[in-house]
């Protein structure tokens, strides 16, 4: 008898509307108003997206206040790579006691974004910065260096600015 | 005109409902499964072997991408197995973040299950709400280790870096809201007529069948015997949790959805442990440079969401990478029953019953 009643009266799936109704009038009759609680999704493509400070982005080297390199050329982020992606070749500048890297290849297509590099670092020469939409059309996009005029190892490249974002 | 023939058809590896490239070749009488045969290795790697070429440092991104829901426990495992080969103590502290982040993953990764298994047998809500549980958790992992998915989030002995400022607030908000949200989906799932429907009865692993086979998990758990790693051999900070290993008698897809549940309840119970008692003191123990192996073997299993996940590593004289690495993946081992639980069953039911098992194939190809 009990379960005849049960499967007549529909309680069940009346509960289900109501739970789901009541979440779509929330929203609904909130809408335009982006500090709402409820409002769980990020317009992201026209609201740039806000990240965690510990975000692993692009790699990127660093200069000191002098405007020159920090990297000494130790090899430790090459070493502890587990994709190898980087190569560095060292040379000499006069007035600097320290080697000087004169060609830092870092190859994005293969990396993993484990900041390994970053740990190994023992002059934090290097970090991943907050860049994250990395698409490219070409396979040449992803040789990141510090030679020649598109590779920049230093600042955000272009590497992503096909993204909706960055128009404009 | 009409002949009584059996039928042979491939399920996958393009098959939405196959999560994955998971390939069964079924065996059809009719409606009627006769014969299942899974077909694997679509996305295989060679993670292993990869492995045992890299240092015990460098191994460790290499587990994030085997069960990729789950990358915290592989990590945890991957961890602690090569902390057990060189017996290194980690501080207690770290351990705690450690059982923390191990239990919010295990929050995600039964999320995602509940998503795409609700998904697959046609409860599409669900997903939507169980997604916004999940994000605020990927929000926790972005914070703490910088990476949602890929997470890298332990190291060796201990921890990167400490839980950064305002990561407390964001536990303690997340668990506020939790148990409504595990409101809303029972309400939505649990005495739904379609829901029952689809899964009472379907897809039946009796205890004896899971225990001969190896399965291990809320698949086993489910059949009525309460194994758990975190109970029988603790690990990380277990020991002084206090939780509830759920089981269930039926064995069948609705049992293994209420365990899965409970499961949910009892890892927000462990959260809450932990973010109270959370001690204070360094996270990272005092390691060597480089780690040199000496001859020596090391099996160390974990409480992955989907079951039993052992590392097996075995050292080399003075060698910086592993001799032999294995992985005793448990979606693999899982996989294994779905023919004992489709075969007899109807074609809809399969569907079910890898939702049930929760397959991600990252980890079963390897």
């Known amino acids: ?168 | 005109m009409f002949k009584n023939e059996e039928m042979e058809i491939n399920m996958g590896p393009q098959h939405p409902s196959t999560h994955g490239v998971l390939r069964l070749k079924l065996r059809l009488d009719g409606e009627v499964v006769t014969k299942c045969t899974p077909c694997i290795g679509y996305l295989h790697r060679g993670v292993e072997k990869i492995c045992e070429n890299k240092t015990f440092f460098q191994g460790q991104v290499w587990t994030d991408r085997m069960d990729y829901t789950s990358a915290v426990a592989n990590n945890l495992g991957w961890a602690e197995a090569i902390e057990k080969l060189f017996g290194i103590t980690v501080p207690r502290r770290a351990l705690y973040i450690r059982t923390m982040l191990n239990e919010f993953n295990r929050l995600a990764s039964h999320l995602i299950w509940l998503a795409t298994h609700g998904l697959d047998i046609g409860a599409m809500t669900v997903f939507i709400y169980t997604f916004r549980e999940r994000e605020a958790i990927l929000d926790i992992f972005e914070a703490f280790c910088g990476s949602r998915l890929t997470t890298t989030a332990f190291r060796i002995g201990g921890l990167r870096e400490d839980l950064p400022p305002g990561m407390e607030k964001m536990v303690r908000n997340f668990l506020a809201t939790f148990p409504d949200c595990m409101n809303e989906y029972e309400t939505l799932l649990s005495e739904n007529r379609i829901w029952k429907k689809r899964t009472v009865g379907v897809g039946i692993l009796k205890a004896e069948d899971a225990i001969a086979m190896g399965v291990t998990g809320p698949v086993l758990r489910a059949a009525g015997v309460s194994y758990d790693i975190r109970k029988a051999f603790p690990y990380a900070a277990y020991s002084e949790m206090d939780f509830e290993v759920p089981t269930r008698t039926e064995a069948d897809t609705y049992a293994r959805y209420l365990v899965r549940l409970e499961e949910m309840r009892q890892s927000a119970r462990i959260i809450q442990q932990c973010i109270d008692g959370l001690p204070e003191g360094p996270v990272m123990a005092k390691l060597p440079k480089v780690l040199r192996s000496e001859v020596n073997e090391v099996y160390h299993a974990t409480e992955a969401p989907k079951g039993e996940l052992g590392y097996y590593l075995v050292g080399e004289k003075g060698s910086v990478n592993p001799y032999r690495f294995h992985v005793r993946a448990p979606g693999f081992i899982n996989l294994q029953a779905l023919p004992k639980m489709i075969e007899g069953g109807l074609v809809a039911d399969v569907i079910a019953t890898i939702g049930t098992l929760d397959v991600v194939l990252g980890e079963i190809d390897r």
Do not use: W
Not at chain 1, 30 to 41: F, G, I
Not at chain 1, 92 to 105: F, Q, V
């Open chain 1, 1 to 168: 008898m009990k379960n005849f009643l049960k499967t007549l009266i529909p309680v069940d799936i009346y509960k289900g509307l109501k739970l789901t109704g009541t979440h779509f009038m929330k929203v609904f009759t909130t809408a335009n108003r982006r500090k709402v609680k409820m409002h769980v999704t990020q317009e992201y493509p026209e609201v740039p997206v806000k990240l965690a400070p510990r975000f692993r982005g692009r790699l990127t080297m660093l200069k000191d206040e002098q405007g020159e390199i920090k990297c000494v050329c130790c090899l430790a982020c090459e070493k502890i790579c587990p994709t190898q992606v980087i190569t560095i070749e060292s040379g000499k500048k006069e007035g600097r006691k320290t080697k000087i890297p004169t060609r830092y290849d870092f190859e994005m297509e293969r990396c993993i974004f484990c900041e390994f590099c970053v740990e190994s670092c023992g002059f934090d020469s290097i970090i991943l910065n907050h860049q994250f939409e990395l698409a490219a059309y070409n396979r040449e996009d992803f040789s990141i260096g510090m030679l020649g005029k598109d590779q920049n190892m230093f600042e955000l490249t272009h590497v992503g600015k096909f993204s909706y974002s960055d128009e404009d």
